[in-house]
């Protein structure tokens, strides 16, 4: 009888945890310069983007490509871009526990995005990443912004 109800008990702590929905919080969006000495205006600024799987548990992601798009706001807080591109999309990919994903060294020969900013300024960054998760079936999608990062162009 012993090993009968540790037997029920493993099961049910087992599906519990396959059936744990995975939330918001168990991600977190990047987006930061390579170089992180002088910006200078109207020359190529490269980006690392990426999502962090902060999760115990692996999730296979479905997304488009970009899979982030950053957006770029100047002093006054107002958007230098207009409108953003998606080129490919039903790209899928199993992010492990703790594993930072940057899609866009699969995708592109260069693992890293690349902007250029026309005046010198401060600006802030943000990445706004878009994928679904399917468990069991059942599909969630994600909307989940990075916390803004500060450069200055000179």
């Known amino acids: 009888m012993k090993y009968f109800t540790l037997l029920i008990l493993l099961f049910t702590v087992a599906c519990s945890q396959s059936d744990k929905a995975v939330q918001e919080e168990d991600f977190s969006v990047t987006v930061k310069t390579v170089d992180e000495t002088t910006l200078e205006a109207n020359t190529e600024i490269e980006l690392i983007t990426g ?35 998606t080129n490919t999309i039903d790209i899928s990919h199993k992010i492990k526990p703790k594993e930072f994903y940057n899609p866009d060294s699969k995708i592109n020969d260069d693992e890293n995005k690349k902007i250029s900013i026309e005046k010198p300024g401060k600006y802030t960054l943000i990445g706004k990443a878009s994928f679904a998760i399917e468990i069991d079936g059942e599909r969630k999608e994600y909307l989940i912004s990075s916390e803004p990062y500060e450069i200055t162009v000179e």
Do not use: C, M, R
């Open 51 to 85: 999502i962090t799987n902060l999760s115990g548990t692996s999730v296979e992601v479905l997304h488009a490509a970009p899979l982030i798009h950053v957006q770029i706001y100047d002093e006054e807080n107002k958007p230098q871009i207009d409108s953003f591109v």
